[in-house]
């Protein structure tokens, strides 16, 4: 019955206050994952149990003709066959194309030097977002 009585506590409230500032910013706001990632395996461990492996050794940043590293600690949120995106602790989210992908897996952390990629061509993209909004954009040719 307290479980009841507090949810609908919190929904009353939630109702009555929704054009408030804090409620505003809190319910319509992205969670930035990678920071809520790194609080939660900082108090309780791994968010996911099959997450427990980094993906390479730490790599300097060296030529565009040698794998990529990540550029801040990181988690990997999106996938694809040449296209990979990190949202970073900070919030800010990158989006590279033109990657021959890691061996890394969906939601897996990435630390700040380990291997993002190999280049699959002759150019790639760097895409940096903050909040929905482009803050930078990169192109690189592979073969400078």
Do not use: C
Request: charged share 20%.
């Amino acid at each position: 019955m307290k479980k009841v009585i507090a949810s609908f506590g919190l929904f009353a409230f939630v109702y009555f206050n929704q054009h408030t500032a804090l409620v505003t910013s809190v319910f319509e706001q992205d969670l930035p994952f990678a920071l809520f990632s790194s609080a939660y395996e900082e108090r309780f461990g791994l968010l996911l149990p099959a997450v427990g492996r980094t993906s390479q050794a730490p790599l300097s940043y060296v030529s565009t003709n040698s794998p990529l590293a990540a550029e801040q600690d990181g988690t990997v949120i999106r996938i694809l066959d040449e296209h990979v995106v990190v949202q970073q602790e900070d919030g800010t989210e990158v989006e590279i194309h033109g990657l021959k992908t890691g061996s890394y897996r969906l939601f897996e952390r990435i630390k700040k030097g380990e291997m993002i990629g190999d280049p699959s061509g002759s150019v790639i993209q760097w895409t940096e977002r903050k909040d929905g909004q482009i803050i930078s954009s990169r192109t690189v040719n592979v073969n400078e």
